[in-house]
């Protein structure tokens, strides 16, 4: 079984930034493929960016990119989202995912099994 809990949601304003983490424990594989996906209230999840640990590869969606950032920390054991420039239409839950295989597919949330349960992150005005 493969635990992921996240971690560093918030508040904040428009303009400010914050780190979310997604620690991953469990059976784990060699290389692995972890996501953070949103989900805003109304709106249907959206794949956000994703890491292929243990092997080659970021992936950033078109709405983030230039202001998110991932990556991960193996003393840790994390993938790290950077969120910066943050605008009220972040506002959602971030939630971290993964699967065996970062891929064309990697923003599709039925492809992957494993979820943690989210951090609320709040951006005001």
């Known amino acids: 079984q493969i635990q992921l809990m996240e971690s560093g949601g918030g508040s904040v304003q428009a303009g400010g930034s914050m780190t979310l983490s997604c620690t991953v424990s469990?059976?784990?594989?060699?290389?692995?493929?972890v996501t953070w996906f949103r989900e805003a209230p109304g709106k249907g999840r959206e794949a956000v960016a994703a890491?292929?640990?243990?092997?080659?590869?970021?992936y950033l969606a078109d709405s983030v990119k230039g202001r998110f950032t991932i990556s991960e920390d193996n003393a840790r054991n994390t993938v790290d989202l950077r969120l910066d420039n943050l605008k009220p239409e972040d506002t959602a839950i971030y939630s971290c995912?993964?699967?065996?295989?970062?891929?064309?597919?990697?923003?599709?949330?039925?492809?992957?099994?494993?979820w943690g349960q989210g951090t609320q992150v709040t951006v005001s005005s």
């Open positions: 995912a993964t699967k065996t295989y970062c891929d064309i597919a990697w923003d599709n949330p039925q492809k992957y099994a494993y």
């Open positions: 890491l292929f640990h243990g092997g080659e590869g970021t």
């Open positions: 469990g059976r784990t594989y060699r290389r692995y493929c």
